[in-house]
């Protein structure tokens, strides 16, 4: 906050984007619960209240779960393809291939192949909110 109470710039920008981010990954976030691991990525947080000045990037993901539906988010905007390393074929985390994937915000499923090194999501070319991006991924 500033001196005079109002946010700055961007932050004001964020809670702005905030709203459509929700209205689109909501599912991912509301109900779940935690997976086996809480995510996968490069980036390490500093510990401590009020230390959020990390920058993630899209390769940092957090894992939820509902039901049968696991839930992956990435923490930065995905461009091209995300891979999803915890899930490659075979993996300790999860013994059932993956069957689809969707990109939340968007309807149908999306083009994806399970390797072993990673599953790998291919992005369409615009995404449907700023910032993070949220896939549904549904197991055989």
């Given at each position: 906050?500033?001196?005079?109470?109002?946010?700055?710039?961007?932050?004001?920008?964020?809670?702005?984007?905030?709203?459509?981010?929700?209205?689109?990954?909501?599912?991912?976030?509301?109900?779940?619960?935690p997976w086996k691991?809480?995510?996968?990525?490069?980036?390490?947080?500093?510990?401590?209240?009020?230390?959020?000045?990390?920058?993630?990037t899209a390769q940092?993901?957090?894992?939820?779960?509902?039901?049968?539906?696991?839930?992956?988010?990435?923490?930065?905007?995905?461009?091209?393809?995300?891979?999803?390393t915890s899930l490659?074929?075979?993996?300790?985390?999860?013994?059932?291939?993956?069957?689809?994937?969707?990109?939340?915000?968007?309807?149908?499923?999306?083009?994806?192949?399970?390797?072993?090194?990673?599953?790998?999501?291919?992005?369409?070319?615009?995404?449907?909110?700023?910032?993070?991006?949220?896939?549904?991924?549904?197991?055989?």
């Amino acid at each position: 906050m500033h001196g005079d109470g109002s946010l700055p710039p961007e932050s004001d920008r964020l809670l702005t984007d905030l709203a459509p981010w929700m209205a689109a990954n909501g599912e991912a976030i509301h109900g779940t619960r935690p997976w086996k691991i809480y995510g996968e990525g490069p980036t390490t947080a500093v510990a401590g209240a009020f230390a959020e000045k990390t920058s993630y990037t899209a390769q940092d993901i957090r894992f939820t779960t509902k039901g049968e539906t696991l839930y992956a988010i990435t923490l930065g905007m995905p461009r091209g393809q995300t891979a999803i390393t915890s899930l490659a074929q075979p993996n300790p985390h999860e013994r059932r291939r993956v069957r689809a994937v969707r990109l939340l915000g968007r309807p149908g499923a999306i083009a994806f192949r399970q390797t072993g090194q990673a599953l790998v999501i291919d992005l369409p070319a615009t995404l449907p909110t700023r910032h993070a991006s949220a896939f549904a991924i549904d197991f055989a």
